[in-house]
């Protein structure tokens, strides 16, 4: 029965169109005016041509305003158009196929579209409510343009001669109810001015082909999201670890409130999403989530390992990756496609540090469980082979890997400045040229180590050491290239070898990647300490105070204090033996976190890094407000990993059992109830007058090592289960 009513669709176009008067549209169409355009529009067909006139804002975002003329149909069909012209209203506006469950601006719709600039876009509203998103193919003549909806699925494509067709962007899911609308549409991207544009060659049919749906998650185990309650802060702060500050109580405040809002960012998979596992959210929107931010999350997430797993939060990303292993940094949450906000030209925006296999490792440290290294390997795996073949700048003699502003996660940077646009509108920070960057370069680094220490526990040695000759590799080229000896740091390089000399906080990226040596970590660390540049009231600012654009109030990555580069610039630090530089960034940080706190009761994204009429306050966006609010989200590794890690001084290392203390405290301090593998356990040192000496008490449901670093020297403890009591002397 739905076949048949295809067929007389589609004989009213194959038949009827020759006896149609002109100015008249065929039996069986119609044509509204859609949104708020200031001018209504008309459809027209004569000589199997059908013009169209409408004017409109944008079929994108929040917008939906056009001229659509269609018919009703019912089941699978596939609808074919040749543009034949476009009036050039403006660069975007556009004209082409669109289909859609009703014609209103509340109707989900998937359309195609030409463009006077030669872009063809695909875009889509999956739910009633949700932006209109999509992809853009790079500019072309192809003004042949095919959409096909079968078994629930849309697909779009384009060709030159009707006959070889390629696909646009990628096929999605979505299901009509009963009779839906398919037809074309006119949009002149200027309110209130009328756009013409004319088509040929219309016909709509059942289809023939099928749409393969881009798999995703092809390289991840877990395919099926399974409920699980979401936990509440009020239930569960008795099981987190309870850090002892007899000298801080104000630090211990704030880390029980950012605690409270971390949980109050847990969320769990909507119905229609393909997302597999409740995550930590970034605390940025409810519309997106976004990569670097989830990795950092579970950095801080991972000490309420036994509450929440945060590190299942990148099992989102994982099941969303394509074949080809890209993933995209932001994912739409209601239905966990990747956001065009993350991808751009040639998906120019796609790559944010690349560190799954650093936080997967950070992680296995807490919780000692292979099987989740081995369950995330093969994704990792992939991710980097695609990050490696698309962000190598091998036609420079560099070699090394580019990126931008917006796919750095440093959406402002002035390191974008006097680069190429790329085109269709976006900017330079969203460049494509082959400008080697400090911190991905250092990332791919960071990478390859970690992925060898995963194959290292999995047992895949081989593996391993042509991941760890991969980091030498590019290590030696960062240092060959990068390094500026005069200035102590390490500078991005332009597609001729050129440093830019851009002094910024992913300046110090190879301390983490470890490729620097005790000149250069010395030079670095003069840089960190200098009051005109690095060394502000609140540390580290994501631009030095000595250079053009920077911003004492933040004005987001030209100034401000962000979490994850502190936390990458102190683990950098600790990871070269630099703990008490580490332990003196941090408490500034978080002393000045602590101060605002006061002010504001809550926790904020970024940071200014001077203080503002002598007040420390929180920092601004680029257009000057202030930065989002309530961020656990990335800014809880500050009050959370930060304090623990470097105020407290304690690393875990679970598969070996063992918990190093760098000790230099004369308060009592701490933690209660902290968990790592099997073991839970509470580690005090108590007040001491005598810098030489310590008593420290651990309880234990279990044995395990303790190392004290103390005064210079090393203390191995045996912690057996029960109640423990050390001596620590370094003179007597």
């Known amino acids: 029965m739905h076949m048949k009513f295809i067929t007389i669709t589609l004989f009213v176009f194959l038949i009827s169109f020759g006896v149609v008067k002109s ?18 529009g008309s459809g027209t067909f004569s000589k199997d041509i059908f013009t169209i006139s409408g004017s409109g804002s944008d079929i994108w975002d929040n917008s939906e305003e056009y001229h659509y003329i269609y018919t009703n149909v019912a089941d699978s069909i596939e609808i074919i158009a040749k543009i034949e012209s476009i009036e050039n209203t403006h660069e975007w506006a556009k004209a082409g196929i669109i289909i859609k469950q009703n014609p209103s601006t509340s109707s989900v719709l998937a359309a195609l579209s030409f463009s006077p600039n030669k872009s063809l876009v695909f875009a889509s509203k999956k739910n009633t409510g949700e932006l209109i998103s999509g992809e853009k193919a790079s ?8 959409i096909v909806y079968k078994r629930n699925v849309i697909g779009a494509y384009s060709s030159v001669d009707g006959v070889n067709w390629n696909q646009v962007g990628t096929p999605i899911n979505m299901k009509f109810s009963g009779a839906f609308c398919v037809g074309l549409f006119s949009c002149s991207h200027v309110t209130g001015v009328l756009c013409k544009a004319s088509f040929s060659h219309v016909t709509i049919k059942a289809p023939k082909q099928s749409i393969e749906l881009i798999e995703r998650g092809k390289y991840f185990s877990k395919k099926v999201y399974i409920p699980e309650a979401l936990p509440t802060f009020s239930t569960s702060k008795s099981l987190l670890p309870e850090p002892i500050l007899e000298n801080n109580p104000e630090w211990i405040k ?12 847990l969320r769990k998979p909507l119905q229609g999403s393909t997302f597999v596992s409740n995550w930590l959210d970034e605390a940025f929107d409810e519309v997106v989530t976004a990569q670097w931010d989830l990795i950092f999350c579970s950095v801080y997430g991972r000490y309420a390992h036994n509450i929440f797993p945060a590190i299942n939060s990148l099992d989102n990303f994982y099941i969303n990756q394509h074949t080809n292993g890209m993933i995209c940094r932001i994912l739409t949450e209601a239905t966990g496609d990747d956001h065009f906000w993350g991808l751009g030209i040639e998906n120019c925006r796609a790559v944010n540090p690349p560190l799954y296999a650093w936080a997967e490792m950070n992680s296995f440290k807490l919780t000692s469980d292979k099987n989740r290294l081995a369950k995330a390997l093969p994704a990792i795996e992939k991710y980097f082979g695609w990050v490696e073949n698309n962000r190598k700048g091998s036609d420079t003699p560099h070699k090394l ?13 002035p390191r974008d400045n006097g680069r190429p646009e790329p085109g269709d509108g976006w900017d330079s920070h969203s460049a494509k040229d082959h400008m080697g960057w400090v911190d991905l370069s250092c990332q791919l680094v960071i990478e390859s180590k970690n992925i060898a220490a995963i194959c ?11 991941y760890r000759d991969k980091a030498d590799e590019i290590g030696k080229r ?5 390094w500026n000896e005069q200035d102590g740091l390490y500078y991005d390089v332009d597609v001729k070898g050129k440093q830019t000399n851009w002094k910024t906080v992913a300046c110090f990226w190879p301390m983490l990647a470890g490729i620097t040596d005790a000149k250069k970590e010395a030079k670095l660390i003069a840089n960190l300490n200098d009051t005109s540049s690095f060394c502000r009231a609140i540390s580290i600012p994501a631009l030095a105070a000595d250079q053009e654009f920077y911003d004492p109030s933040g004005h987001y990555w030209e100034g401000g204090v962000w979490a994850p580069t502190n936390y990458a610039v102190i683990k950098g630090l600790d990871q070269t033996g630099h703990h008490d530089m580490a332990r003196i960034i941090a408490e500034k940080y978080i002393s000045g976190m602590s101060e605002v706190y006061k002010q504001t009761n809550t926790v904020w994204e970024l940071y200014s890094p001077d203080k503002i009429k002598g007040i420390y ?11 989002g609010k309530e961020y656990v989200g990335w800014s809880g590794l500050g009050p959370i990993a930060m304090l623990i890690e470097d105020v407290i001084g304690l690393d875990t290392d679970a598969p070996n059992n063992t918990v190093t203390w760098e000790l230099t405290r004369m308060d009592k301090h701490g933690i209660k109830n902290l968990r790592f593998g099997n073991v839970t356990t509470s580690i005090l040192a108590e007040s001491r007058g005598n810098k030489n000496n310590v008593e420290i008490n651990v309880e234990s449901n279990t044995n395990f090592n303790l190392k004290v670093n103390f005064q ?8 057996k289960a029960g109640s423990n009591s050390f001596d620590c002397k370094t003179a007597i």
């Open 401 to 413: 890997y580019w990126s931008n502003g917006q796919a750095s996660g440093m959406d402002n940077t």
């Open 23 to 40: 100015q008249q549209l065929p039996a069986n169409w119609h044509q509204k005016t859609i949104g708020q355009t200031q001018q209504s």
């Open 478 to 482: 960062i240092n060959q290239w990068m």
């Open 456 to 466: 290292d526990v999995l047992g895949f040695s081989s593996k391993a050491k042509s």
């Open 712 to 719: 210079g020297k090393s203390f191995i403890y045996h912690v």
């Open 254 to 265: 704030l880390y029980w409130a950012t605690w409270d809002f971390a949980f109050q960012h």
């Open 139 to 146: 500019q072309t003549d192809q003004k042949w343009m095919k």
């Open 617 to 627: 306050k929180q920092g601004s966006y680029s257009n000057g407000l202030d930065c």
